[in-house]
């Protein structure tokens, strides 16, 4: 019995190391594959946003192209007199317009959004919490249309707000806020606002309850926690928000038009006026064009301004 155990176990183990050398074979080519696709999976996320991108890259350049043709031969035309017309006074006077309330919307929205990020970061209660994302995010669920009526009917002379100032005493005669920079500027804070709160309200929370607890040992007020401890380390948040703001508020349309009418004369109503009556594609695109450089242009440079001040912040601790 035992030379047929033996024959039968070396039979066994022959076939088994051939089962085992065909299941090697048959997933030998599945192992590149695999490779690939774990290679491949995260550009496969990305591909949405990258698709999204592409989209925007190629109607920028259809807009650049366009601000060099000539009206009716859009596509055909090359001419730099579309900019040279942007030289005109009222052009430079609406896009100083344009950077300056948008700049204006900036700040403020920032301050506005500070204790809103801090109470949304710090509040332990999850219903507290959720109330006011909801309220946060309600600006951006209402359509800028609405909004902007909304505006009329606080603003305007026999609206909430002159109804409230002369039921108080403060004023004898309503105030003209409709077609006024001070009205477009609520307009475009309240609008805004939301993208101000959500990115120093993630930074916020970032930052631990631990370094606050150090300064409050140290002797630190509450204000000079928040000024010299919480704010620094939120600072990239706090500049994200601010970036974002100004170029929604610089691109701004509904809320101008309505608010400010042809008073408040910024760039994207002004580029509205040359397409819409007068269907002047180039010189709208000329304006787009110019309104784009100087919106990167003027956050590269606050960046940059930050960036630089941070550096000279940490130097003397360094």
């Not at 204000?223 to 706090?238: C, E, I, S």
Request: charged share 10%; proline share 6%; glycine share 6%.
């Amino acid at each position: 019995m035992t030379p047929m155990l033996a024959r039968f176990s070396r039979r066994a183990s022959s076939a088994a190391q051939g089962e085992a050398a065909s299941d090697a074979a048959s997933l030998a080519p599945d192992a590149p594959a695999a490779t690939a696709l774990e290679k491949a999976r995260p550009w496969l996320l990305l591909a949405p946003i990258l698709l999204f991108l592409a989209v925007l890259g190629a109607a920028a350049l259809v807009v650049l192209r366009m601000s060099f043709g000539t009206q009716g031969n859009e596509w055909r035309g090359f001419t730099l007199q579309n900019y040279a017309d942007l030289l005109d006074s009222y052009f430079l006077k609406s896009l100083w317009l344009t950077l300056k309330l948008a700049f204006q919307s900036m700040i403020c929205a920032v301050l506005l959004a500070i204790p809103v990020a801090l109470a949304m970061a710090r509040t332990q209660s999850r219903l507290a919490r959720r109330l006011l994302l909801a309220g946060v995010l309600l600006p951006l669920l209402v359509n800028l249309l609405l909004q902007g009526y909304g505006w009329l009917i606080i603003l305007g002379p026999a609206g909430l707000l002159n109804h409230a100032l002369l039921g108080s005493g403060l004023v004898q005669r309503p105030l003209m806020w409709l077609y006024r920079e001070n009205g477009v500027l609520l307009g475009l804070i309240q609008t805004a606002f939301p993208l101000a709160v959500l990115p120093l309200s993630s930074a916020m929370r970032a930052v631990s309850r631990s370094y606050e607890e150090a300064a409050a040992t140290l002797g630190a007020t509450r204000w000079q926690t928040l000024r010299h401890v919480l704010l620094p380390l939120a600072m990239p948040g706090l500049v994200s928000g601010a970036l974002l703001v100004f170029a929604y508020n610089a691109s701004a349309f509904a809320v101008p038009l309505l608010l400010g009418g042809r008073r408040v004369p910024m760039l994207a109503v002004l580029v509205h006026d040359q397409v819409a009556p007068l269907l002047n594609w180039p010189a709208a695109s000329a304006s787009g064009v110019v309104l784009m450089i100087a919106t990167l242009t003027v956050m590269a440079l606050s960046q940059r301004l930050v960036r630089r001040t941070q550096r000279l912040a940490e130097e003397p601790h360094a």
